[in-house]
């Protein structure tokens, strides 16, 4: 049983216990303190990726060696993210990427540059629109199944990792992920780079790494002239604090794109059925 539906079990007790055991202005009291909780839970269940909350998300990886792991969504971007691919290339680091598959299907070229180099492609839905974590049941694996055909379409490979935009899940994320054969990959350094400067981001990163840390930076939404350069600085510094650099799948243990042994037996229908049922003007209805 997930959290959400602990929490909600237990409060539901809760609230019936006020119910038969109050009377008067103490039981609407006590039942909106019940409610006021309920909301409360259910919004940081939202919003706050490593609760767990409604379905299981890798944050951290394994903590016992001093490496971490970067990470980079929202592209491919064809100013960025050729100039980033420089940048690791030349501190020889392998990345993980969760570009949006609406941009994979623009920029093919860059995923399969991303692929070659040997960096991990991953899920961040087809479109990442702010009403991505309000979609419910097949329009969730819809949209999800659609940017997963995007990405195979080009490298021939299904990911095995999901990250949801801006990190916010809802009830049915856990069983529309299961379906689709998807883990959930979240973070535990978020330095908001598409909104500080280098210098704070650098220093936010620094603060917070630890063993295991999964670092999330943007190849897409900020200056090109300054980007190579922070992540070069960035990368200099983390060496020098004595961290390496792993993959995803080393630090998670978990294979990052899916095997006929590993996936799901009704994936590829649900796949296939989601692209099909999409179209190419896929709706949020």
Same mark, same amino acid.
């Given at each position: 049983?997930?959290?959400?539906?602990?929490?909600?079990?237990?409060?539901?007790?809760?609230?019936?216990?006020?119910?038969?055991?109050?009377?008067?202005?103490?039981?609407?009291?006590?039942?909106?303190?019940?409610?006021?909780?309920?909301?409360?839970?259910?919004?940081?269940?939202?919003?706050?990726?490593?609760?767990?909350?409604?379905?299981?998300?890798?944050?951290?990886?394994?903590?016992?060696?001093?490496?971490?792991?970067?990470?980079?969504?929202?592209?491919?971007?064809?100013?960025?993210?050729?100039?980033?691919?420089?940048?690791? !290339?030349?501190?020889?680091?392998?990345?993980?990427?969760?570009?949006?598959?609406?941009?994979?299907?623009?920029?093919?070229?860059?995923?399969?540059?991303?692929?070659?180099?040997?960096?991990?492609?991953?899920?961040?839905?087809?479109?990442?629109?702010?009403?991505?974590?309000?979609?419910?049941? $097949?329009?969730?694996?819809?949209?999800?199944?659609?940017?997963?055909?995007?990405?195979?379409?080009?490298?021939?490979?299904?990911?095995?990792?999901?990250?949801?935009?801006?990190?916010?899940?809802?009830?049915?994320?856990? $069983?529309?992920?299961?379906?689709?054969?998807? $883990?959930?990959?979240?973070?535990?350094?978020?330095?908001?780079? =598409?909104?500080?400067?280098?210098?704070?981001?650098?220093?936010?990163?620094?603060?917070?790494?630890?063993?295991?840390?999964?670092?999330?930076?943007?190849?897409?939404?900020?200056?090109? !002239?300054?980007?190579?350069?922070?992540?070069?600085?960035?990368?200099?510094?983390?060496?020098?604090?004595?961290?390496?650099?792993?993959?995803?799948?080393?630090?998670?243990?978990?294979?990052?794109?899916?095997?006929?042994? =590993?996936?799901?037996?009704?994936? $590829?229908? =649900?796949?296939?059925?989601?692209?099909?049922?999409?179209?190419?003007?896929?709706?949020?209805?």
């Amino acid at each position: 049983m997930s959290r959400f539906y602990t929490a909600t079990f237990l409060l539901v007790l809760a609230g019936l216990g006020i119910g038969f055991g109050l009377e008067g202005p103490f039981r609407w009291f006590g039942l909106g303190l019940v409610l006021s909780a309920y909301i409360v839970i259910f919004f940081l269940g939202v919003s706050k990726l490593k609760l767990n909350f409604f379905v299981k998300a890798i944050c951290r990886g394994e903590p016992s060696a001093k490496r971490v792991t970067l990470t980079f969504d929202d592209g491919p971007d064809p100013v960025m993210t050729p100039m980033l691919l420089d940048v690791l !290339k030349r501190h020889d680091i392998e990345a993980g990427f969760f570009p949006i598959g609406r941009k994979a299907e623009e920029h093919p070229e860059l995923i399969r540059q991303i692929d070659q180099e040997g960096h991990i492609l991953g899920n961040h839905t087809f479109r990442h629109v702010w009403w991505t974590n309000f979609m419910v049941g $097949s329009v969730l694996r819809r949209e999800v199944g659609r940017a997963q055909k995007a990405i195979e379409d080009i490298v021939g490979k299904v990911p095995a990792y999901f990250r949801p935009p801006m990190g916010l899940t809802n009830p049915h994320h856990k $069983s529309g992920l299961r379906k689709l054969g998807l $883990s959930v990959i979240g973070w535990d350094v978020r330095p908001y780079d =598409t909104v500080f400067s280098s210098e704070k981001v650098a220093n936010r990163v620094l603060n917070k790494i630890r063993n295991g840390s999964i670092i999330l930076l943007h190849d897409a939404g900020k200056d090109p !002239k300054n980007f190579p350069a922070l992540v070069d600085d960035l990368v200099t510094k983390i060496k020098e604090r004595r961290f390496t650099f792993s993959g995803l799948s080393e630090l998670t243990g978990i294979g990052p794109y899916q095997t006929k042994s =590993t996936m799901p037996a009704e994936k $590829s229908a =649900t796949i296939s059925r989601a692209w099909h049922e999409s179209g190419p003007g896929c709706g949020w209805g």
